[in-house]
């Protein structure tokens, strides 16, 4: 007996099929063409006081160097395991008229008190009297938040009236749920000590957090606008933090 062959069985074609995890969003062409310009011991070494200007800074094992690398060009900013040996205001160009600062890290070095003071004191002026500073990046791991240190920081960005965006790095460390509470505790907190600031999760690892990152970055840099430079007096504080080295520890 002959055999018949059975027919496959058809199915309606797939309209959409998922590929996996959303890509990641696209670099800026702007912050991709980030270099390094210099990096400066004190104010006076700093470059001319034109232009935009928004720093970055956190404690040493606070992931600032990666997080700079994810917003930026890779290895722009230098990472390391062995915080506390270098204490430069480093420069980063955008443009002719933009720039990207990495403040000295914080909370780990090991030097004299008196070096201790004057790196704090370089810090403080350097908040409080750079005219082209328009924004403040605070980089807090996200399982150690509003440390004394940062708080430091806080108030003098808060006297300055500058804008300010708290990144809670390492965000891929706690699960979601978790993530999201401590995020609501820190805007809290900051707002029970009357501080305006913009709060959100960033991992380097996973580059989660960029866009909303580039987007506040463009409106302090006044992206795609023209502004004049605001006229203001010198203020004059010391920053009581302990600077560190601008490679910046992960772990």
């Known amino acids: 007996m002959r055999r018949v062959k059975k027919k496959k069985a058809t199915h309606p074609p ?12 696209k670099q800026p062409s702007l912050y991709a063409q980030a270099e390094y ?33 994810c917003l930026t060009s890779a290895r722009l900013a230098r990472t390391s395991k062995t915080p506390g040996r270098t204490q430069l205001i480093n420069f980063f160009s955008l443009d002719d008229q933009r720039r990207l600062v990495d403040l000295p890290g914080y909370g780990y070095a090991k030097v004299p008190e008196a070096m201790r003071r004057q790196w704090g004191e370089q810090l403080g002026r350097y908040i409080l009297e750079r005219q082209a500073l328009r924004g403040f990046v605070l980089l807090m791991d996200i399982r150690h938040p509003l440390t004394d240190y940062d ?3 806080i108030q003098v960005a808060h006297q300055r ?27 809290q907190q900051l707002e029970a000590e009357g501080i305006p600031a913009q709060v959100a999760l960033f991992s380097s690892l996973k580059s989660e957090g960029c866009a909303p990152v580039w987007r506040w970055l463009d409106q302090q840099l006044e992206v795609g606008a023209s502004a004049e430079i605001a006229s203001e007096a010198p203020l004059e504080a010391s920053l009581e933090s302990v600077p560190e080295d601008h490679d910046t520890a992960d772990d």
């Open 14 to 25: 797939i309209i959409y099929q998922p590929q996996g995890k959303p890509s990641a969003a």
């Open 37 to 69: 310009l210099l990096s400066a011991p004190s104010l006076k070494e700093c470059p001319e006081d034109t232009g935009w200007e928004v720093a970055f800074a956190g404690r040493s094992n606070a992931g600032k160097s990666s997080a700079l690398n």
């Open 151 to 153: 708080w430091q920081l």
């Open 161 to 187: 009236d500058l804008h300010l965006l708290v990144l809670l790095t390492k965000s891929d460390k706690l699960k979601r749920g978790p993530a999201k509470n401590q995020l609501l505790v820190v805007q």
